[in-house]
């Protein structure tokens, strides 16, 4: 059995920020029940760190089942169509088929602003920025 090393990690985003993302995304959960806090906060916090909790992930999927041939960050493309499928989906899709989901577009600017962080996060990783981009 292959022991997980940071570097492996690193290639898909899983090192201390994404770490520190999980982390807001995970307090948000378990303290927004019960804390008073800024409409906004309650209302797109979760949205903003969504991208980059999940998107690591996903891509990590997509590796392992070989779907996905870099091991590298996400491209703006690949976080360009996801931001999209999942706007459609969560946005879309949910609010015909949960009664209690509503649509919300603040919530598609709250899923591409986390998806801009985890972008440009991923710029320091690489040499250049025409690479990041090739995914456009």
Request: glycine share 10%.
């Amino acid at each position: 059995m292959m022991a997980l090393r940071m570097p492996i990690l690193e290639r898909y985003g899983v090192h201390p920020v994404w770490l520190v993302t999980l982390g807001c995304y995970g307090i948000h959960v378990i303290w927004a029940p019960h804390a008073s806090m800024p409409s906004w906060v309650s209302s797109y916090w979760n949205d903003f760190w969504m991208m980059p909790c999940a998107l690591p992930v996903v891509l990590w999927v997509y590796c392992f089942l070989g779907l996905r041939s870099s091991e590298g960050p996400a491209t703006a493309g690949e976080i360009l169509s996801h931001g999209v499928l999942w706007a459609f989906m969560a946005e879309g899709l949910a609010p015909e088929l949960f009664p209690h989901s509503v649509r919300d577009p603040w919530d598609v600017l709250a899923y591409f602003l986390g998806g801009l962080l985890l972008f440009f996060h991923g710029l320091k990783g690489r040499h250049s920025t025409h690479h990041a981009l090739a995914g456009v």
